[in-house]
Structures are given as C-alpha cells and as structure tokens.
C-alpha cells in the first residue's frame, strides 16, 4: 500500500514557466514533507521541507504548497531552467512519533526545455 | 564539508558472497538512515541507526541483512549470501538530529552475478 504517491511520472515544461509536481499522501500522521531532486547516477539532494503546523514554504524559486485536509502537496518552480531538469521525489515522516524514516514517492521526471 | 560519503560506488558479488556497504556520515551528523532502491521505484527504508544503537530496523529483511554503526568509524550495511534480487542502488543519508532534513550520499550499487 503507497503512502506517498506521486501521480505523472513525468513532467515537460518550457524554459522561463513555472513547473508544478504534485504529490499525495494517505497517512494523516506524516507531520513532516520533504522535497529531493536526483540526477541519475547521484544521491538525492535535499531541496525544501515544510512542517504540517504550516501550509507554505518558499525557498528562492522553489515553494512548497500544503494541504493538510486534501492530504496533498505540490512544489512550484519559478522559473524553471534546463538545470531543474531530473526526477524529483516527495517524502514524507512522521516525527511526532519519532520515526525517523521517510516514505518516498516513485518520482516525476521533470524535463525543461530550452 | 564533505558530504556524506559512500563506498564502493559499484559492487559486484555473485550468488552466496557477502557484500560489506559503507557510509560516513557528515560532520557532526549523528543519525544514518539507509535505503534501497529498486529500478523504477522510490526509496524504500531499511534501517535508522543512532551511534552504536538500532534504532529501527523495521524496512531491513530479517535474515542476511545487518547494519552497524559503531562508535569509530563508518556505518557498514551487511548482506550475507547475496541473492540476485538484492541488486540494487542503496543509499545512506545523515542527519543532526530526528527532525532534521536528510542529507544523502551518491549510493553503492550492488549487482549480482
């Protein structure tokens, strides 16, 4: 049974637009989302985080939206560049409980086009 | 700062060896996680480990794997009698604290003959 799901295991968008990465979760004790962009053949790299207590977070072009009762998260991207071009995978933990492992989702290919 | 590190990169074992997976974990990073990912699929958790403690072991199969992280020196992830379906990339990553984001290394893939 999924628990994170990422929904379009890919995404096209043009250079100078926004990219938009959604992700859903069914389990209501994550308190605790996570953003990873992965290059092949790289580890992930950590990008954004926000907490449940919070519906927005925003970090230079990136932000992450929440949605606590829809039970939905999504990443914006503006603009977007070549550069952003890679598998982009949401993660979500519950500490409160103290667990300290992340659930992954399957990933978005995200690919900007020049 | 060096980041979290892994070695080897790529490890290759045939069926009934034993494979040894290191992480060092960044500076001042005192809680490793390992994960396993499968062609196509996200990360899938192992094992969370604290200084010289198991912490969860809850994602880690119950025979052949095993995970240490001993006072001195680096997290070591153990596969005994390795069989083909343990081919995979596994990733370790550190964090400060429980709370804290996860910082990842670049991964071992492991193939197996």
Redesign the interface.
């Known amino acids: 049974d999924q628990q994170v799901k990422q929904n379009s295991p890919s995404l096209s968008v043009q250079e100078g637009r926004i990219s938009i990465l959604n992700c859903d979760y069914t389990n209501s004790m994550f308190d605790y989302f996570l953003w990873y962009k992965k290059y092949p053949a790289e580890g992930p790299t950590f990008l954004i985080s926000i907490s449940s207590i919070k519906d927005k977070n925003e970090d230079g072009r990136f932000t992450v939206f929440l949605n606590k009762s829809a039970k939905h998260l999504s990443l914006h991207i503006v603009p977007s560049q070549p550069g952003d071009s890679a598998v982009y995978f949401c993660a979500a933990s519950n500490y409160g409980g103290s667990q300290g492992n992340l659930i992954f989702g399957k990933g978005t290919k995200l690919s900007v086009k020049p | 700062n060096a980041g ?1 590190m ?1 070695n080897p990169r790529h490890l290759v074992r045939r069926r009934g060896q034993e494979a040894r997976l290191r992480c060092s974990p960044m500076k001042g990073h005192s ?1 490793v ?1 390992w ?1 396993r990912q499968l062609p ?6 192992m094992v ?1 480990l604290q200084k010289e403690n198991i ?2 072991e ?2 880690m199969p119950k025979e052949r794997f095993s995970a240490e992280f001993p006072k001195e020196g680096p997290s070591i992830l153990r596969i005994q009698q390795v069989v083909r379906g343990d081919s995979a990339a596994y ?1 370790c ?1 550190s964090s400060p604290g ?2 804290q ?7 071992t893939r492991l193939s197996i003959l």
């Not at chain 2, 196509?40 to 958790?45: H, M, V, Y």
């Not at chain 2, 984001?101 to 991964?107: A, I, L, V």
């Open positions: 979290v892994q809680h996680y994960y196509e699929e996200g990360l899938k958790f969370y912490i969860d809850s994602g990733f990553a429980l709370d984001p996860q910082h990842f290394g670049d991964g």
